[in-house]
């Protein structure tokens, strides 16, 4: 592809400074607080889709990856996907469809290391950074800073761990994990890693973090010692590419099983947090794969589907912590994405949200904008006992298990088909495993956990009460947990976190 033009990046605030795909991986964030977006969507036709229909998952996605990142070659993309996606993943087909009832599926984003969706971007993602990083001539050394609800911590430390000219450093919020997704990352192994709890929530944590990436001062010193910092949050474009490669994939299994005829439209329900993986999903719309809704699901902390269904986002309102906790957010990073394809790719008005949104928590776009969103987008939340009702009948009714945040995704479906009448094949996105909450889903499928959960091991010892009562066999990295103790145990108020990192990469404590 020599002497062709490449694919260009942006931001979502402003459209002078255009880089290539490697280098919008290496940064992570714009230096002016936006998002990078791809110039144009590449157009997949219905011709190719059928050819992917073919192919292995691995092949489907450097095919995907390779129309966004033609700064890499075919060779290297085909290899690492390769990589990522064949020994990690304990289903040959990497992210099954399984279908439920007639025109309801569920795609499985579940079956990697970590068992949870973010394993189908971080699995891919240290190859396409330490590509980039080359690509760039960047010689200092990387370090990934990570603000995560729960999922994405373990899924990026597994992803990095002693990956050659990396280091990984995980902040997760204290009181708002699970027994093991706290487990799984305290206990993780690897020489370049650490992990601290955050006193405050996710968006305590998040907006720490993005307080680090714009702190000048802190990166020049760490320049000076051969560090720069990066981001693997979906904020970082090398984490959407690989999210939206499933969509085109599901759409090749439900026509591979003549669940729909080629052409024909589906709809994708997806259980929303940072608003990433359905932002995935609205890009592969605008390649070409035919889909109807995209509907947004919500928790109690229904932020987003507000913002859907009023057109006015507001973050002023309480903060619950939910048995779905991958999706305990108030500050939806990856609207941003969303609102500047929606505003006529306009960098200015995107800023004045953002503006407004971090000045007073609110900000409201205007009705044609909310209409354009509308005819794409659909939103509904489910509420904390309709999450353990939905559990509940899933199983006995279907013999099917799934966690939480897939639970708040299919009573949302649900409760969209009675509100519309809509019958378009649908597919909801099943982003975990039952087994990471298993608290949680034991005591939706009435099987409380009695005496309470008092150390890190109990929680775990739940994996083999969820894999008797339910008769199935717990993930292997999960069963592998059993006995594996914590390495990380610090935890730091909220104004500590730039000195936790500036301690991590120089061994300095502050004062
Ligand atoms: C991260 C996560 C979500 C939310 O995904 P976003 O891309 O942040 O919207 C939903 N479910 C699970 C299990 C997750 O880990």
Redesign the pocket.
Known sequence: MTGEAHMLYQSTRNDRNKITGAEAIVRGLSSDGGLYVPESFPEVTQETVTKLAAMPYHERAAFITGLYLDDFNADELSRFASDAYTSGFDDPAVAPLKKLSEGTYFLELWHGPTC???DMALQLLPHLLTASLKKTGETREVCILVAT????GKAALEGFRDVPGTRIMVFYPRDGVSDVQKLQMTSQAGGNVNVVAVEGNFDDAQTGVKAIFSDTELSSMLDSRGYFLSSAN?INWGRLVPQIVYYFSAYCDLLKNGCIKPGGKVNFCV????????LAAYYASRMGLPVNKLICASNRNDVLTQFINTGVYDRNRPFYTTASP??DILVSSNLERLLYEMSGKDGGTVADYMQALSAGGVYAIPDPVKREINRMFAGGYCSEPDTMKTINDVFYDHDYLIDT?TAVAYKVLCDYKKDTGDDTPSVVVS??SAFKFCDSVLDALSKPVSGGVNSASCGVELLDKLAEVTGTGIPAPLAALKGSAARFNASVPVGSMKEAVTEFLTGLTAG
């Open positions: 949870a969706f973010k609800s729960g999922d994405t979906s259980p929303t947090g940072n608003f990433g993986n359905i991958s999706m945040h982003t975990a």
